[in-house]
């Protein structure tokens, strides 16, 4: 009897302890996650891609800025042509950045609210235009007139250029929060100078008032104009580094990273009538360097 009831103890022991490994190896398989076999029957879904804070291809286009997105005096002399500007321009020697993103459809889903002469003071104004169409890409390209001034003193000050350009992209933030925002460099423009003052012509046109502060007196190499350029140098300098750090905080925000400062424009790229605003080749190569930058992979 006692061998019996042992002998029956023994049995519910080994039962238990079977139960317990089968137990404690099922918790096990949950527990090792990705080194265990899928139960039967289930699929292991993929995690989702994210989706790019940054579209490549943006289907509506408006542009912002000065004379040079107008296309001045590249098509006749000190007239806007807007058919070649290198954001919404038409012009197949141009192949705009509207172009280039939206095909056949450029015409009807493009605008152009640049206006010659505008400083960074008037983008909050042009940025509220723009807005009302409802772009899914706003381009920027402003701040040459800042710097091209009948004097130095009237030059404006870095401090204010950033709070009116603040201003402008929190203008543009409340009516679209989402739309992108392309902003080209200030083109360097003593490399301007350098270039233009080979042209009889161009140094004759500059003698009617275009950028007095890096133009006038073309030929002067004297301490004080060698001076007067390196200080309106510097302020374009400043005001690039200002557009790159106010981007740099908007998420949907992105520069062509000093491109069209450091392009080297030529003869075949400036206006044949002013030897300053970009010729319709110049505009072409505007175009290139935005449409690089605004379909580059990445932020």
Known sequence: MQQGKRGRRHRVRAVLAVVGAVVLGAAGCDAVGGDSPAPSGSAVKPSPSPTPVWDTSPESIAAVGDSITRGFDACT?????????????????VDSVAVRLLGADAAERSWNHAVSGARMADLAAQLTQAAARKPELVTVLVGANDACRASLSA????????????TAMSTLRKALPKT????ASIPDLKQLWSQGRTSPLGRQVWKLGVCPTMLGDADAVDTAATERR???????????????????????????????YDFRFGAAQLSPWD??????DGQARLAEIAHRAITAKGR
Not at 77 to 93: F, N
Not at 156 to 166: C, G, H, S
Not at 180 to 183: D, M
Request: some cysteine.
């Open 77 to 93: 002399v000190l007239s806007d042509c807007p058919e070649v500007s290198w954001a919404t321009g038409s012009s197949p020697e």
């Open 155 to 166: 030059m404006t000050p870095v401090a204010d250029f950033r709070t009116q350009f603040e």
């Open 180 to 183: 992108q925002v392309f902003v």
């Open 230 to 260: 390196e200080t309106v140098q510097q302020r374009v300098e400043d005001y690039n580094t200002v557009l790159q750090e106010v981007c740099a905080e908007d998420r949907r925000c992105r520069t062509d990273g000093g491109a069209v």
């Open 275 to 280: 030897w300053f605003h970009p010729s319709v």
